[in-house]
C-alpha cells in the first residue's frame, strides 16, 4: 500500500510540472519562411523623466565645449550616462539656451530644435546636433521584481524581455500585462506572446516607466500544493503502517 502511495506521489509531482510547447513557445503561429506586416512608423516622443543624451558638435572646438559640460551620472546598474533629466513639466535646462520644453518631441526634432535655436543666436554657425533617448521598464511578477534601462528610442516588449533575462519557465506567456500612464490615467493591456497579433499591438511598444507584470502558470501552485498535501499523506500512511504492524505483534 505504502509504495503504491509513493508511486501516486512521484506520477502527480511529475505531471503537474509538465511544460507543453503550448505554453512556453513564443509566436507559435509563425512558422518556417512565414513573414507578419509590421507597423514601421512607430517613433519614441519624450516623456517626464526620460533621460537625453545631447551632444554638440562644430568646427570651434573652444566655442562646443560650454554645450557638453554635463557630467556622467551613475545609473543604479553601475553603467553612466551624459544626461538631461527631463522633468515633469517636461522641460530640461540647456547651456546658453536655457529652459527648453521637449515633451513630445522625437529624437530627431529635438535635434533640429536645438541646431536651429543656436544658429538664429549666433552662437554655432556650423553645429551639429545629436541626441540620444534613455528610458526605463519596470517588471514585477511572477520573475520577481526588476528595473531596466533602454537606450534608444524604441523598445519592443521581446527587446525588453531579452534585456531582462527572458521569462522563467513557469510564468506564463499568454497573458503578459503592460501598464502605462496616458493622460494622467493608468491604463493595461494584456499581450499574448504566442501569438504573431502581438507584434503589431500598440502596447508592444514600450514606453518611458511601463510596468510589465507577469504571472505563473497554475500547474506551478498545483504542483506546490500537491506535493505538500501528498507528503502528508505519506507520513500518516507511514505512521499507520507501523501502527498496524504493532497491533498484529500485539496479537501474537
Known sequence: MRKVLECLIVMLVVGTSCMTPRKMLYLQDMKDSSSVNLETNYEARISPLDRLGI?????????????????????????????????????????????????????????????????????????????????????????????IYVNGDRCTLFDALALSGDLGAYTRRDKVMVYRQVDGKMTCRSLDL?????????????????????????????????????????????VLSVATSLLLLAKF
Not at 562646443?64 to 513639466?89: A, C, E, P
Not at 504573431?196 to 506551478?220: A, E, G, H, M, R
Open 55 to 147: 551632444f554638440v558638435s562644430s568646427f570651434d572646438d573652444e566655442l562646443v565645449k560650454m554645450f557638453n559640460q554635463r557630467q556622467i551620472q551613475q545609473r543604479t546598474d553601475g553603467s553612466g550616462w551624459y544626461g538631461y533629466l527631463v522633468d515633469v513639466n517636461g522641460n530640461i535646462n540647456f547651456p546658453v539656451l536655457g529652459k527648453l520644453h521637449v515633451e513630445g518631441l522625437t529624437r530627431v526634432e529635438l535635434q533640429d530644435t536645438i541646431t536651429r535655436l543656436l544658429k538664429e543666436g549666433g552662437y554655432l554657425t556650423d553645429a551639429l546636433v545629436n541626441v540620444e533617448l534613455s528610458f526605463k521598464v519596470n517588471f514585477l511578477g511572477a520573475d520577481g521584481g526588476k528595473v
Open 194 to 238: 504566442r501569438s504573431s497579433k502581438v507584434l503589431n499591438d500598440p502596447y508592444f511598444q514600450l514606453q518611458q516607466n511601463d510596468y510589465v507584470v507577469t504571472q505563473s502558470i497554475k500547474s506551478q501552485y498545483y504542483r506546490q500544493e500537491v506535493a505538500y498535501w501528498l507528503s502528508w499523506a505519506s507520513a500518516f500512511t507511514s
